[in-house]
Each structure stands twice: as structure tokens, then as C-alpha cells.
């Protein structure tokens, strides 16, 4: 009887969006795992979880006014990792993080303006563009830091990147990442410049035919992108206390997949940050679950690949789906 209320329940809810369908999605793992996985309902296990997402979900932020606007970015962890290896080299030269941290983040700025620059005064696809400065910029990482392992940062800082406030499950660097949300989502869903870049994604040619500035304003985006990325780096070699070249590898197919499966389309014109978060949360959850049930790393990578797959095609099927349902009405 109980089976039978709780399906009719879930009959009941509205999943004509796919953001939203994510987000009940999001809510119906929690619920199985907290239910049916050991230790997922553990204090130390939902702070691990919240914390190794945060990587994806600051990226995430950026990524999806990006893919929004019809442009991606794929070196967004060689940006990243870049910016620990820059990080550690400088910390063994004897410079104070309160200096180090702002030299990173004027990088991680330079990396997206080079990209944006390629994309916008070029004419060349950022897919390709920036396919190539993840290659790049992996590599200067790894001639900027060698093989090195960088490890012995101040302690308040790794206290902050992975500690827990107080008693609770929650990290402490969850707070001001709940800033840069709140701030995303107005910047995307409540100015003219986050209603513009909708435009420039649905129609490009139409968005500079009625005046706006596109190629600025994707060069921003790009500026940005590389500003988060760089942040990231900082974050992640902090939360792992450890600044090596290869730090984030792989972190771009997590992104990707994550701002797609929450519902932005990769043609851009089409979404909603709160999709997107939901979907770097559910990807988080699902891996966490993963980790806990012994599930190999390249098999995690595999799943990831398949939720990319599925991110893409979804949407595109459940429009389908809706314009033959409303074709059969009309006839």
C-alpha cells in the first residue's frame, strides 16, 4: 500500500524539465544511499563527499554561463593544475601564500584571456582551441614543478581547505563556495548580462545584429573560466595538501558531464544553474557511492563517460518526445 502511494506520488511530479527531473533525481539517490550504503550517512563520509565536489562544482559555476553562450572549455584542470604547480614552485622559492595566491590567480586570468582571445578575434572553435591549451598548459605545469610534490603549506590553510566547522559535516570552504553561487545565479538568471549570453547561445548572429557586444562578453566568460580554474588549483592543493603537475587531471570530463547532465544544452541558449549544480552533486553522489562500494577508479570513469553520453542525448530525446506528444494534439 505504501509502494503504491509512493508511486503515485512520484506520478504526481512534474518532470517536463530536465533540471528538474536531475534534481529529483539528485534527491532520489541520497535517499537509497543514505538508506542501503554502509557509511554513506556518516559524518566523515558526507564531508569527503561535499568536499571532493567542490573542485567540479566551482568550475561548474563558470563553465555553464559558458556552455550557455555556446562555447566550452577543456583546459580548465590543466588551468588548474597549472596553477597548483605554480603554486608549489613558488611556496619552495620562499614567497608567503598571501603573495602566491593572487600571482595564481592573475594566471589562471591569463589563461583564459588567451583562450577567449584565440575563440573571439580569431574566429577559431574553443573546442579546439582550448583541446590544445589543455595540452599546453599541462605541460608548462610540468616544467614549472618538474615531478616534484610540494606538501609543507601553512597549516591554517589545509585547516580551512579540508577542515569540518565544528562538530558538523560541513567543510568550511562550503560557505564561500555558497557565495560564488548566490552570485552566479544572479549574475546569469537576473542581470542583462546573463540573460544576453542566453541570447548569444540561442542565435549568435541575431544577439549582434540586435547590438550586443558578444565577443567581449565571451571574452569575459573566458577570463573568468580561467580565474575559477586558477581558484580551483588553489583549493585542490590545499585540500589534498598537495601541489603536484598533475593535480585535477580529468576534472574537465567530470565538469562537462556534470553542467550536461543538469540540463544546459551544448548548443548552447538553454538551462539553468540550479541544474547544473544538481547534476555535479548527483555526479559527486554517485561516485562517492562508488568509492564506498569498492568500484574501481577506471570503472568510475567509465560510468562518468556513459552519464556524458546520456547528459546529450537526454535532452534531446525528451524534446523529441515532447513535440511528437504535442504534434499527435494538433492532429
Known amino acids: 500500500m505504501a509502494d503504491?502511494?509512493?508511486?503515485?506520488?512520484?506520478?504526481?511530479?512534474?518532470?517536463?524539465?530536465?533540471?528538474?527531473?536531475?534534481?529529483?533525481?539528485?534527491?532520489?539517490?541520497l535517499l537509497l544511499s543514505f538508506g542501503f550504503v554502509d557509511g554513506f550517512g556518516n559524518g566523515l563520509n558526507l564531508s569527503f563527499l561535499i568536499g571532493n565536489t567542490l573542485p567540479i562544482a566551482l568550475i561548474a559555476l563558470p563553465m555553464t554561463l559558458l556552455v550557455v553562450s555556446g562555447e566550452i572549455d577543456l583546459s580548465v584542470a590543466s588551468t588548474a593544475g597549472l596553477s597548483g604547480a605554480v603554486m608549489g614552485a613558488l611556496w619552495n622559492q620562499g614567497l608567503t601564500i598571501e603573495v602566491i595566491i593572487p600571482i595564481c590567480l592573475l594566471l589562471g586570468?591569463?589563461?583564459?584571456?588567451?583562450?577567449?582571445?584565440?575563440?573571439?578575434?580569431?574566429?577559431?572553435?574553443?573546442?579546439?582551441?582550448?583541446?590544445?591549451?589543455?595540452?599546453?598548459?599541462?605541460?608548462?605545469?610540468?616544467?614549472?614543478?618538474?615531478?616534484?610534490?610540494?606538501?609543507?603549506?601553512?597549516t591554517q590553510y589545509l585547516d580551512f581547505a579540508a577542515g569540518r566547522i565544528g562538530d558538523t559535516f560541513v567543510p568550511y570552504a562550503l560557505l564561500p563556495f555558497l557565495v560564488l553561487l548566490a552570485i552566479a545565479v544572479v549574475v546569469l538568471h537576473a542581470t542583462p548580462f546573463g540573460r544576453s549570453l542566453f541570447a548569444i547561445g540561442a542565435n549568435e548572429e541575431a544577439a549582434r545584429f540586435a547590438g550586443l557586444r558578444v565577443k567581449r562578453q565571451k571574452l569575459i566568460l573566458f577570463a573568468v573560466t580561467g580565474l575559477t580554474a586558477s581558484l580551483t588549483g588553489i583549493f585542490w592543493a590545499l585540500h589534498y595538501a598537495s601541489a603536484r603537475y598533475d593535480n585535477a587531471t580529468g576534472l574537465e570530463l567530470s565538469v562537462i558531464a556534470a553542467?550536461?547532465?543538469?540540463?544546459?544544452?551544448?548548443?548552447?541558449?538553454?538551462?539553468?544553474?540550479?541544474?547544473?549544480?544538481?547534476?555535479?552533486?548527483?555526479?559527486?553522489?554517485?561516485?562517492?557511492?562508488?568509492?564506498?562500494?569498492?568500484?574501481?577508479?577506471?570503472?568510475?570513469i567509465v560510468v562518468?563517460?556513459?552519464?556524458?553520453?546520456?547528459?546529450?542525448?537526454?535532452?534531446?530525446?525528451?524534446r523529441q518526445v515532447s513535440l511528437a506528444r504535442a504534434s499527435q494534439r494538433l492532429t
Open 109 to 154: 586570468v591569463v589563461c583564459g584571456l588567451i583562450n577567449g582571445l584565440l575563440v573571439t578575434r580569431l574566429g577559431l572553435p574553443s573546442l579546439a582551441v582550448t583541446i590544445g591549451t589543455m595540452a599546453a598548459y599541462r605541460g608548462i605545469a610540468q616544467i614549472v614543478l618538474g615531478s616534484d610534490a610540494v606538501t609543507d603549506f601553512p
Open 304 to 318: 562518468t563517460g556513459i552519464l556524458l553520453v546520456l547528459s546529450v542525448l537526454g535532452p534531446r530525446v525528451a
Open 259 to 300: 553542467v550536461l547532465l543538469g540540463g544546459i544544452d551544448f548548443d548552447g541558449g538553454k538551462g539553468t544553474l540550479g541544474g547544473a549544480i544538481a547534476g555535479v552533486f548527483l555526479l559527486g553522489a554517485l561516485q562517492n557511492v562508488m568509492s564506498l562500494q569498492d568500484v574501481s577508479a577506471q570503472s568510475q
Open 4 to 29: 503504491s502511494s509512493l508511486a503515485r506520488a512520484i506520478r504526481g511530479i512534474s518532470l517536463k524539465r530536465w533540471d528538474s527531473a536531475v534534481g529529483v533525481l539528485l534527491v532520489v539517490v
